[in-house]
T-cell receptor
Framework: AQTVTQSQPEMSVQEAETVTLSCTYD???????LFWYKQPPSRQMILVIR??????QNATENRFSVNFQKAAKSFSLKISDSQLGDAAMYFC??????????????FGTGTLLAVQP | EPEVTQTPSHQVTQMGQEVILRCVPI?????FYWYRQILGQKVEFLVS????????KSEIFDDQFSVERPDGSNFTLKIRSTKLEDSAMYFC???????????????FGDGTRLSIL
């Protein structure tokens, strides 16, 4: 069974600085997708960024980028120029690649990010 | 931008009562999901639904749970006889068609907070 591990329960960053959130996963599959979701205090789940396992190039979305290391099964999220609005719980999630879009997301336990002014 | 809409935002129910949580997925999406998040814990998959039938369900999704798409827009989760441990935030998600293996992201609603007394 696939598992997702986020080893940092809490992180803190100064406004305008850069922070990296860690995520590792375990799978025997070669085709899969990885996601980072943000959950602010309002509790909604917002997609931040996604990565296809077959792509070597790391995904980037404005101030958010990932470091995808397939051999190491590592998928970290880097937030540059941190803003107060980035404060939230961040969840790493895995989804297998075959079987169409019915595949479930498997979430890690989350990292609570605080942004200090 | 289209959104997944969930109602109600907060539901308080006596133990043993039936509850129905409602979701309106994004209009062109064909894959639907329910997840739950017990306070302070990670998000857990409950069930996925496609073409008017359940595609996959977790161990949590026992006989007390059911899902339905009663018309072309709503997607509901029913809990027949609620238990204290059903207290959680319930998220609906949907994704658009994308063919086999295409990593279409799941878009989440704001959630329904279910409190069982």
């Amino acid at each position: 069974a696939q598992t997702v591990t986020q080893s940092q329960p809490e992180m803190s960053v100064q406004e305008a600085e850069t922070v990296t959130l860690s995520c590792t996963y375990d799978t025997s599959e070669s085709d899969y997708y990885l996601f980072w979701y943000k959950q602010p205090p309002s509790r909604q789940m917002i997609l931040v960024i996604r990565q296809e396992a077959y792509k070597q190039q790391n995904a980037t979305e404005n101030r958010f980028s990932v470091n995808f290391q397939k051999a190491a099964k590592s998928f970290s999220l880097k937030i540059s120029d941190s803003q107060l609005g980035d404060a939230a719980m961040y969840f790493c999630a895995y989804r297998r690649g075959y079987g169409g879009a019915t595949n479930k997301l498997i979430f890690g336990t989350g990292t609570l990010l605080a942004v200090q002014p | 931008e289209p959104e997944v809409t969930q109602t109600p935002s907060h539901q308080v129910t006596q133990m043993g009562q039936e509850v129905i949580l409602r979701c309106v997925p994004i209009s062109n999406h064909l894959y639907f999901y329910w997840y739950r998040q017990i306070l302070g814990q990670k998000v857990e998959f409950l069930v996925s639904f496609y073409n008017n039938e359940i595609s996959e369900k977790s161990e949590i999704f026992d006989d007390q749970f059911s899902v339905e798409r009663p018309d072309g827009s709503n997607f509901t989760l029913k809990i027949r006889s609620t238990k204290l441990e059903d207290s959680a935030m319930y998220f609906c998600a949907s994704s658009e068609p994308g063919g086999q293996g295409v990593g279409q992201p799941q878009h989440f609603g704001d959630g329904t907070r279910l409190s069982i007394l």
